[in-house]
């Protein structure tokens, strides 16, 4: 079992800037890369960014590339997302996740979500 815990959500003004972490506890060695996911009210939720455990290349969604960048400390076990040029539209509930095989398979571990919000 992997534990995922989130932290950093609030509320922003439009054009601001917010950090995510997520401190992962557990069998983190079955873990192959993590990542954010967002849902917003009335939405599907939708993949944000991802990371390999290992390091390499990172993922991001259309909406967010340029403005958001994910990060992790393997001495912490924490994932970070670091949200810049906020916009109103990122408003959601952030979760972190843990993927045990490919990121474009459903996570095995969730966290319990994060709400961001970004006021115009």
């Known amino acids: 079992q992997v534990q995922l815990v989130e932290s950093g959500g609030g509320l922003v003004q439009a054009g601001g800037s917010l950090r995510l972490s997520c401190a992962a506890s557990g069998s983190i060695f079955s873990i192959n890369a993590m990542g954010w996911y967002r849902q917003a009210p009335g939405k599907q939720r939708e993949l944000v960014a991802t990371?390999?455990?290992?390091?390499?290349?990172?993922n991001y969604a259309d909406s967010v590339k340029g403005r958001f960048t994910i990060s992790r400390d393997n001495a912490k076990n924490t994932v970070y997302l670091q949200m810049n040029s906020l916009k109103p539209e990122d408003t959601a509930v952030y979760y972190c996740a843990a993927f045990q095989r490919r990121i474009t398979t459903t996570p095995a571990y969730w966290g319990q979500g994060t709400q961001v919000t970004v006021s115009s």
């Open positions: 990371i390999p455990s290992g390091g390499g290349i990172t």
